[in-house]
């Protein structure tokens, strides 16, 4: 004869998993955010180079001097298409 106990506790974690398949988390927002378009300021810019690249700084006031990494990221040669002025970002 099976153990009451544990035919409850199989019907408790059967329960529990039917509970997880049918919940939908979904919350009303507290505050609604309109759409906004956010200008990068390269609008009027072609972008002749991009490439990802890690910058450096030259620590000199180290003994011995050496290089430290300041942070990764993407590096663009951007050419103004009116003036025609290029420009690092």
């Known amino acids: 004869m099976a153990d009451p106990k544990v035919s409850s506790r199989e019907q ?4 529990s998993t039917a509970e997880d398949t049918n919940h939908d988390p ?4 507290i505050v609604s955010l309109p759409e906004q378009d956010v200008k990068t300021l390269e609008e009027d810019e072609e972008e002749l180079f991009k ?4 910058l450096y700084r030259f ?4 003994d011995p ?3 430290k990494e300041r ?7 951007l050419k103004h298409k009116e003036k025609g ?3 690092m970002n």
Request: glycine share 6%.
């Open 71 to 77: 942070g990764t990221g993407d590096v663009k040669l």
């Open 12 to 15: 408790e974690d059967h329960d």
């Open 26 to 29: 979904h919350f009303e927002p």
């Open 51 to 54: 490439m990802r690249a890690k």
């Open 59 to 62: 620590a000199s006031e180290n």
């Open 85 to 87: 002025t290029i420009r």
């Open 65 to 67: 001097p050496e290089w």
